[in-house]
């Protein structure tokens, strides 16, 4: 994840690190990879980032990690993604347009690529993206404990739900305290 111009990859392990020490290294997990991409996005709306052709988010959706990430074609859509993150093996040639643009479960959407940037009929389904991981649900895939997100059509996923609603107090004073120097990845 690049936080600060600093890049790492998440450690294997859920929630906030247990110890603090002056020379300790802070565990970092994908819980903490979370958090800070919801304070990522949640920055990026109050600054109004985010609208325009440039201002493509920096960080996976899906694994949360900065670094070589590939960028939606699909028009208005600022997310990127790892390549191993979409089981991609290779760049698809030409359009590639994300998971953010059909059903997790049915495929439907306007999507005109399927996961890999192969062709297909794109159809006019409404769709319900989470607003912080890839899964989209059409109106008719939509789970009852989705919560909608205000008038934006997203919605916050169950799996979401879970991490949002945690106490995530620790997670954060780790991320305030952010020192590059203190953090690992294993």
């Not at 996005?41 to 959706?61: A, D, N, T, V, Y």
Request: charged residues 30%.
């Amino acid at each position: 994840m690049r936080f600060n111009g600093d890049s790492f990859a998440a450690g294997g392990g859920r929630g906030p690190s247990k110890a603090r020490g002056k020379q300790e290294a802070i565990r970092l997990t994908a819980d903490h990879l979370h958090l800070a991409y919801v304070m990522y996005i949640e920055q990026r709306e109050r600054e109004g980032i985010g609208k325009s052709p440039g201002e493509e988010e920096s960080f996976c959706l899906k694994c949360k990690d900065g670094g070589d990430v590939l960028l939606c074609d699909f028009e208005g859509c600022v997310k990127s993604y790892h390549m191993r993150c979409c089981s991609l093996k290779k760049v698809p040639e030409g359009l590639w347009e994300c998971p953010r643009h059909r059903c997790i479960n049915c495929g439907s959407g306007p999507s005109q690529t399927d996961s890999q940037g192969h062709k297909r009929e794109p159809d006019g389904a409404k769709l319900r993206p989470c607003r912080t991981c890839p899964v989209t649900y059409c109106d008719r895939c939509l789970p009852e404990a989705s919560m909608s997100e205000g008038d934006t059509g997203e919605v916050v996923c169950v799996d979401c739900q879970e991490l949002h609603h945690s106490d995530n107090s620790l997670l954060e004073r780790d991320l305030m305290a952010w020192n590059p120097d203190l953090f690992t990845s294993t």
